[in-house]
């Protein structure tokens, strides 16, 4: 019994392991802004498009890669138990810089619909902290997305 789960559990990582890192980041990037749309539970098309213009212009993609990249991480995001899936590449391979630019997304994710729900606020806050972004960064971040939103 316990070589079937040894080997089910070694079959559904495997193919996670050959993955690109760099890949993994792009999804793993991906997968966290859908999910930060998704966390007030009203996922809307000003966020869609919002993730979608991030994503290609984070990793200078066009629109139809963009687009396959997106579908490719809500469906990682239905499929997933944990945040660790998506920080944990990104702790791995980027560097603080790197990290504060994702948590940037987040937040213009996040405000992009002019409200911030306590769902998002929290979200953004536990993947900095599983990124080891400091809460002065992420504030300081909230604070920059914010002004670019404002009139």
Known sequence: MLSRLRQFLEASVVPVVRQDPAA??????????????????????????????????HFQLDSAAADELLAEARSAVDDSVSLREFTAP???????????????????????????????DYLIGKVAELLYVSRGDVIRLRFEAGQRRSP
């Open 24 to 57: 993994r980041v792009r999804l793993a990037v991906a997968a966290l802004l859908v999910e930060l749309a998704r966390a007030d539970h009203d996922e809307q098309a000003v966020e869609h498009e919002a993730i979608a213009g991030l994503i290609a212009r």
């Open 90 to 120: 990104i702790h791995q391979e980027l560097s603080y810089g790197e990290k504060q630019r994702i948590i940037g997304m987040l937040w213009d994710v996040a405000l992009e619909d002019r409200t911030l729900d306590k769902y998002e």
